[in-house]
């Protein structure tokens, strides 16, 4: 292909996205920053931990999502009480008109293309266990045999962050699994209006398929021949590094505070949702920029700060900014 051709295709997409997002707002409302970081993950191929008080929309957006792109939901609640059957699916014993015995797989609901992993840290780790090896590999073992999952495959999964009462916290492998976190924060009261005006009605905005699963997976492929610059590559590895505080390149904030730091799979999610922001954006390259405004999502789950550092006030956020200002800086100046 090209580089014309190329730069057509990703001109193309921009606008089949703008359409998408239309029809994401439709529904959603006062989310901006939610919806591009949610269909940035989808763009990307990942999966997406959604973080906030209940009531603010992330069930409702995954929905939405599931109409626009054209991909077939499943959602499992998590409770205390959740079994990894419950979630992968289990063989049965059934006996035909004859006599004859045999085993027969039931699937889970885990066999979608986009599925709402409600309250994820409300069960026990051996249930969110179940979910490692679908979100790395897309398929599943049970009873030593192999099932594949739908393609695409993603996860979105919801959090409270204060409901701590029976729930078990994610296991650092299994957040380094989420390509980003996302922080659903209150609407602004204009935008508080606009929803109690648009779903207190008669009549409620319905979303339109724009994607198919296959147009999904084909922009996928594209995204991943999108041109990056050697500065950015450069701010990438830059700031991730840094974030390590055994690190040479580390700056002091991070040796003091932070206990463990991101690894490669950082890296890779800030290079794929970068060009996924700038698709969204209608630009043909990402930058620097892009960087800086990911930086916080795709690292805040994969570092951990020390007890001395939680005990003195400290917060991932600061630090993530300071490393942030240092480490664009210097490729910026470079």
């Not at 921009?14 to 529904?27: D, P, V």
């Not at 008080?53 to 409702?60: A, D, E, F, V």
């Not at 999610?269 to 209608?282: K, N, Q, V």
Request: hydrophobic content about 45%; some cysteine.
């Amino acid at each position: 292909m090209t580089n014309e051709a190329l730069l057509d295709e990703i001109e193309a997409l921009s606008g089949t996205l703008a359409r998408a997002k239309e029809m994401i707002a439709r529904r959603i409302i006062g989310q901006d920053q939610v919806v591009d970081l949610t269909l940035s993950a989808l763009l990307a191929g990942g999966h997406a931990l959604l973080i906030g008080l209940p009531g603010l929309g992330k069930t409702r957006l995954v929905e939405t999502l599931s109409t626009v792109m054209g991909l077939r939901e499943g959602r499992i609640q998590f409770t205390p009480d959740l079994m990894p059957s419950d979630i992968l699916g289990a063989e049965v014993l059934e006996e035909s008109a004859d006599g004859a015995r045999s085993f027969r797989f039931l699937k889970g609901p885990i066999f979608c293309q986009l599925l709402l992993a409600d309250e994820i840290n409300r069960a026990s780790p051996r249930t969110q266990s179940a979910l490692l090896q679908a979100m790395q590999e897309h398929q599943v073992s049970v009873a030593g045999q192999t099932h594949e999952l739908g393609t695409p495959f993603h996860v979105l999964a919801t959090q409270n962050p204060l409901e701590q009462e029976g729930t078990y916290p994610l296991p650092e492998a299994q957040l380094d699994r989420f390509l980003l976190q996302v922080d659903v924060e209150y609407p602004d009261r204009d935008a508080e209006r606009d929803i109690l005006l648009a779903t207190t009605g008669t009549d409620e905005a319905q979303a339109e398929p724009v994607f198919t699963g296959a147009e999904l997976l084909a922009a996928q492929s594209l995204l991943r021949r999108m041109p990056v610059g050697e500065s950015v590559v450069e701010a990438i590895l830059d700031l991730v590094r840094a974030c390590r505080p055994d690190d040479d390149t580390a700056p002091q904030i991070v040796r003091d505070a932070v206990s463990w730091g991101p690894g490669p799979r950082a890296a890779q999610a800030l290079m794929l949702l970068a060009r996924a922001r700038a698709l969204i954006d209608g630009r043909l390259a990402p930058g620097i920029d892009d960087v800086r405004a990911l930086a916080r999502p795709v690292l805040s789950h994969r570092m951990a700060l020390s007890y001395r550092a939680r005990a003195a006030g400290h917060t991932l956020t600061e630090v993530i900014d300071a490393v942030v200002e240092q480490a664009t800086k210097s490729v910026a100046a470079a």
